[in-house]
């Protein structure tokens, strides 16, 4: 089984983020309501280590004004599926996992459509709430430890925070604007992103 992170590695951006880009061009007028709460989120989280659940929640609370979520995610793909990395689509296996800290209501349309199996944040498309943890770091080796035993043959990351499953895998990648490298040993985050 290989094992990837989604975003930045084999989706060349940010899902979450495109996505509230995106979302805002459809409806510019709510950035006045939004924006502010969006900062404060963001405040809190960076400077009061407030926990990334309530970042992420006041974030996506923008998707409110949408009525029909569940196709907007549809259509968002139609226009983003573009922005996975040629690197994955060549060696792409029917076994593969996503893990990803973004919400599984945003992940789990694109997984479908390339076929394969992911875990994701649990925040929740109609309530826009957290049910649960925010899928990142330690939380992802849980995550996987819950879903199941297989070993993880190759796993790929953009980020260090993942460190955690790429000590668990027989062989671990760094991906950066999808290049393809060894993951790096005893380096730091810095060095890791030059």
């Not at 809190?44 to 923008?62: A, G, N, T, V």
Request: hydrophobic letters at 30%; one cysteine or more; proline letters at 4%.
């Amino acid at each position: 089984m290989n094992v990837y992170d989604f975003d930045k590695t084999i989706y060349q951006n940010d899902s979450s983020a495109d996505l509230l880009l995106w979302c805002m061009k459809k409806k510019p007028h709510l950035f006045f309501s939004w924006f502010p709460k969006a900062v404060k989120g963001s405040f809190d989280h960076y400077i009061r280590k407030k926990d990334k659940e309530s970042m992420k929640e006041k974030l996506f609370s923008l998707l409110a004004s949408f009525p029909e979520r569940e196709k907007l995610i549809e259509e968002f793909w139609d226009e983003h599926e573009k922005g996975i990395q040629s690197f994955y689509l060549k060696q792409k296996r029917e076994d593969d996992l996503i893990i990803s800290a973004s919400p599984a209501f945003l992940i789990e349309p694109i997984c479908k459509r390339l076929h394969i199996r992911c875990l994701a944040s649990p925040l929740d498309l109609k309530t826009l709430s957290y049910q649960g943890r925010n899928c990142y770091g330690e939380e992802k080796l849980r995550r996987l430890r819950e879903y199941t035993d297989e070993r993880i043959d190759r796993f790929y990351s953009d980020s260090l925070s993942d460190t955690p499953l790429a000590e668990t895998a027989k062989k671990a990648y760094f991906v950066k604007n999808g290049k393809v490298r060894e993951w790096p040993q005893r380096r730091t985050h810095e060095q890791a992103q030059k």
